[in-house]
């Protein structure tokens, strides 16, 4: 492979991410280019690159044909995907190639090999890697989900190929369990395919950080342990994995080797593995991209994974990889309340303050005054704490969540807190983390944490801004971003809002709408519930979200937990299902769009019920437990 200089690096991405990777372009001396829509207008991310330019109205991070458009049309040496949006999307990674621009990632064919649960799978077995027990052929009946059980034993999950971070898996605990579940009729209705695999009730998530050039050099950057998630979604990391068993560290590297080169893999990849009590080692996926958990390999070795990933996609060598030196810890800092089993939490971030000191790292793509909605991730910020031991790791840890503020939205510090408490995580032990597995935070720590009478915060109002002489506006000249520095009072009475932005001490405008605007008010949600309660036929939005399905249509037939809509929040889906059979009458809303807390979904014409008439409280909706 040929030696390219890369200069111009267009960003496909957002937020903390795309701040990260404007960064490295910076300290290699090159020009960072930022694709933004209308909600990231006032970004930090926006504000630090060297040229940050507006997608056309109507697009967004994933409009494949206009990030490239933009590319091309900047002179773009290279796109770097981030991660999420298109960073998966051989097809975009082809169409970049084909456009004579840097792809900043592995081959189009590397990332279809491993671009869904089936074919990594296939991939895996080809490589002599051995995958978690499974079929590797897409799954349409329950008699074959009842037949794999029945050698294999409960629980058992089904998991949509397009999955990903813990959307589209479903826990399965017996015969009647698979013949209700929603989960075939919702692929189909999706478009999905399903696979299955035995659900592994008691393992932690091990993975390694990996690096391969186009010269075949290879090398695992280090360990990583991501076995607290919830809901399949990560929420502490740390590196290098602590308490592995004698010899693991080799085996995992030995995978990891192989599962890149059965495809050929050049650039920066994840590997992942479970990793049972017994020793079995099974493999789950490769995430073809920067992971988010990236940072802690990068404070144990030193070693700047974007720089890397620029280097070998320009055709540079690797390099030797420094062995890792002390530990680290990353604390994902999302708009969750643990007191509510890790709900959403929505609305105006009305103060924020970040903590510093010896060993602390902070990555942010949020400002007090930005406004956060369900149409993207929950995480606002990444702790990132390092010590030379893992003890030293822990203890600035509880320092730094100490110093952290958060006001306005409900954050999930106070489950960090309590898990950095816990000796079956402190504790020193020879025989790994005693009881901590990926269940550990929903089965544990949430039932201890769970307030059933707590509320969730009203969208905070934005802070009034003190006038000045002078004042500094953000606006889009010919579709890109510019400063303008004019005396207050030339285009408007001083302190009065312009175009929609009120100017600040920072030059930024108070209120801007990062995440996108909504409410998350919770009166708002209680009134809406009460109206619903009046009329048991109309099926209403328990949250704030996106619908992304849609499975009935006027005038079809239910019967009582039938699907009936899809909705997302925060990367998390959730099933609304028929509470009673009844005849759909009407859908006002469609797939796409966002609905508030207590909107209208479904309205149905209840079936006469001799015995008892079905009760607002009846519609539920489930989210289905993940791997």
């Not at 990777?21 to 280019?33: K, P, Q």
Request: net charge negative; with cysteine.
């Amino acid at each position: 492979m040929t030696t390219r200089t890369l200069d111009r690096i267009l960003i496909a991405n957002r937020g903390e991410i795309a701040l990260r990777v404007v960064r490295t372009v910076r300290d290699l001396g090159g020009t960072s280019i930022l694709p933004y829509t209308p909600e990231d207008l006032m970004s930090p991310a926006a504000e630090l690159a060297d040229q940050a330019h507006a997608l056309p109205e109507g697009s967004s991070y994933t409009d494949a044909a206009a990030v490239l458009a933009l590319a091309v049309s900047t002179q773009a040496d290279a796109i770097h995907p981030g991660y999420g949006f298109l960073a998966e999307d051989h097809d975009f990674a082809r169409s970049v190639i084909e456009a004579g621009i840097t792809w900043v990632g592995p081959s189009p064919e590397a990332m279809e090999a491993l671009g869904d649960k089936m074919s990594a799978r296939a991939t895996a077995e080809r490589a002599g890697v051995a995958p978690v027990p499974g079929i590797t052929s897409p799954v349409t009946d329950p008699q074959t989900v009842i037949a794999f059980a029945a050698e294999h034993g409960y629980p058992v999950a089904l998991k949509r190929t397009d999955g990903g971070g813990g959307r589209g898996i479903t826990v399965l605990a017996d015969d009647a369990e698979v013949r209700s579940t929603p989960a075939f009729g919702s692929a189909e209705a999706g478009g999905g395919t399903l696979i299955l695999e035995r659900f592994v009730t008691a393992a932690r998530h091990i993975e390694t950080q990996c690096a391969r050039d186009s010269h075949g050099a290879f090398a695992v950057v280090s360990t990583r342990d991501c076995t607290l998630q919830r809901r399949n979604q990560k929420l502490l990391e740390e590196a290098p994995a602590p308490y592995l068993p004698e010899g693991l560290e080799a085996r995992l590297e030995e995978a990891s080797r192989r599962l890149l080169e059965a495809v050929d893999y050049v650039g920066v990849a994840t590997c992942e593995f479970l990793l049972t009590p017994g020793g079995d080692l099974w493999f789950l996926e490769v995430n073809p991209r920067l992971q988010v958990e990236h940072c802690v390999s990068e404070e144990v070795t030193g070693v700047d994974l974007v720089e890397v990933q620029l280097r070998i996609a320009s055709g540079g060598r690797l390099g030797e990889v420094p062995a890792p030196r002390g530990h680290s810890i990353e604390l994902r800092i999302t708009c969750e309340d643990p007191a509510r089993g890790l709900a959403p939490s929505t609305g105006a971030i009305t103060r924020l303050r970040w903590p510093a000191g010896p060993g602390i790292r902070i990555e942010s793509g949020v400002v007090e005054g930005d406004v956060v909605t369900p149409m993207f991730d929950p995480m606002l910020a990444k702790i990132v704490v390092t010590g030379d031991t893992r003890d030293q790791a822990i203890r600035r840890a509880r320092r730094a969540l100490a110093e952290t503020v958060v006001e306005g939205v409900t954050v999930c510090t106070g489950l960090h807190a309590h898990v950095l408490e816990r000796p079956e995580l402190t504790g020193p032990t020879g025989e790994g983390l005693l009881g901590v597995t990926t269940r550990w935070i929903e089965n544990d720590v949430l039932p201890r944490l769970a307030d059933p009478g707590a509320a969730g915060p009203a969208e905070a109002e934005p802070a009034s801004a003190s006038p000045r002489t002078r004042s500094t506006y953000v606006i889009e000249l010919d579709g890109r971003r510019v400063s303008l520095t004019i005396p207050d009072g030339m285009l408007a009475p001083r302190g009065q809002r312009l175009g929609g932005a009120l100017s600040t001490g920072r030059d930024r405008p108070m209120q801007q709408p990062l995440r996108g605007r909504g409410s998350s008010s919770r009166a708002g949600a209680r009134a809406a519930g009460e109206a619903v309660g009046e009329d048991p036929t109309v099926i209403a939005a328990p949250m704030q979200a996106i619908v992304t399905r849609i499975c009935v249509e006027p005038g079809q037939q239910v019967r009582a937990g039938d699907l009936l809509v899809v909705l997302e929040s925060m990367k998390m889906e959730n099933y609304v299902h028929a509470p009673a059979d009844a005849t759909v009458a009407e859908i006002p809303v469609s797939a796409g769009r966002t609905v508030s807390a207590g909107e209208v979904l479904v309205r149905m014409e209840q079936a006469v019920q001799p015995e008892r008439a079905a009760q607002p409280g009846d519609a539920t909706t489930t989210t289905p437990q993940e791997a």
